[in-house]
C-alpha cells in the first residue's frame, strides 16, 4: 500500500489530471503485484528445491544405511525424552510405515504442512499487495481533484495505522507502536514523493 500510495501521491502533486493518475496508479499496482509474486516465487521456489533435494539425500541414505539412519531416528526421540527402548521400537515402527516421511518430519522438519509451496505464495503475495494498493485507486475514483493530495494522504497513514495496528494485534503485540512506525513511515514516503512530484510539476510551467 505505501509503495502505490506514494507513486500517487507523487504523481498528483505534479499536477497532472485524475484521469492520468487513475492509469499511472493501476499501472503501480499490475507491476508491483507481478514484482512481489515473481520474486515471493522465486524465494519459495528456491526453498523447496533445497527441500526436494534433502529429500532425495535422505531417501538414498534410507536405502544404503538404514541401520544408521534408524539409530538416528531413535537418538531424536531419546533427546525429546522417550525412552531408549520405547524409543527404539517406536522409531522401527514408525521407519516400517513411513521411512522417509518419518525421516523427513523428524530430522529435516518437512511436512506437508510446512512444504514450500511456490505457486501459491506467489498469489497470496500479490493478492495481499493488490488488495493494498486498491485503496489509493478508490479515492482517485472518489475524492475531488482540488483536495486530493492532503485527503489521500491523511486517509492512506490513517488505513496504515489501521492496518499496522490490526497486523500486531492479530499477532499478539501491543497495536500502538507498530501502528505509529508504519504511519511515520508511511507519511515520510507520501511525503518525499509528494516534494518531488511538486519539485517537476512546478519546473514543468516554467
Known amino acids: 500500500m ?9 504523481v498528483a502533486a505534479a499536477s497532472v489530471d485524475m484521469h492520468a493518475l487513475l492509469v499511472t496508479g493501476v499501472a503501480g499496482l499490475v507491476a508491483g503485484a507481478m514484482s512481489m509474486a515473481a520474486g515471493e516465487y522465486v524465494s519459495v521456489k528456491s526453498q523447496s528445491d533445497l527441500e526436494n533435494a534433502d ?8 536405502a544404503e544405511t538404514p541401520e544408521f539412519e534408524l539409530q538416528e531416528l531413535t537418538d531424536i526421540y531419546i533427546q525429546r ?9 517406536v522409531a522401527k515402527q514408525m521407519t516400517a510405515k513411513d521411512a522417509l516421511g518419518v525421516h523427513a518430519r523428524e530430522e529435516l522438519g518437512i511436512s506437508d504442512l510446512t512444504t514450500a509451496k511456490p505457486l501459491q505464495a506467489a ?16 479515492f482517485i475514483l472518489f475524492l475531488p481533484e482540488a483536495v486530493f493530495v492532503p485527503a489521500a494522504s491523511v486517509l492512506c497513514i490513517a488505513l496504515l495505522g489501521l492496518l499496522g495496528a490490526v497486523a500486531a494485534y492479530a499477532g499478539g503485540a ?14 515520510a514516503a507520501m511525503g518525499f514523493t509528494a516534494l518531488i512530484g511538486s519539485f517537476f510539476g512546478v519546473s514543468a510551467e516554467f
Open 81 to 89: 525424552g522417550v525412552e531408549p527402548d520405547l524409543a527404539r521400537k
Open 174 to 187: 501491543l497495536p500502538l507502536k507498530p501502528a505509529l512506525r508504519i504511519m511515520f513511515w508511511g507519511a
Open 2 to 10: 505505501i509503495s502505490v500510495s506514494s507513486l500517487v501521491i507523487g
Open 123 to 138: 498469489l497470496a503475495s500479490a493478492g495481499a499487495f493488490s488488495g493494498g494498493a486498491a485503496f489509493p485507486l478508490l
Open 55 to 62: 529429500l532425495a539425500r535422505e531417501k538414498k541414505e534410507l
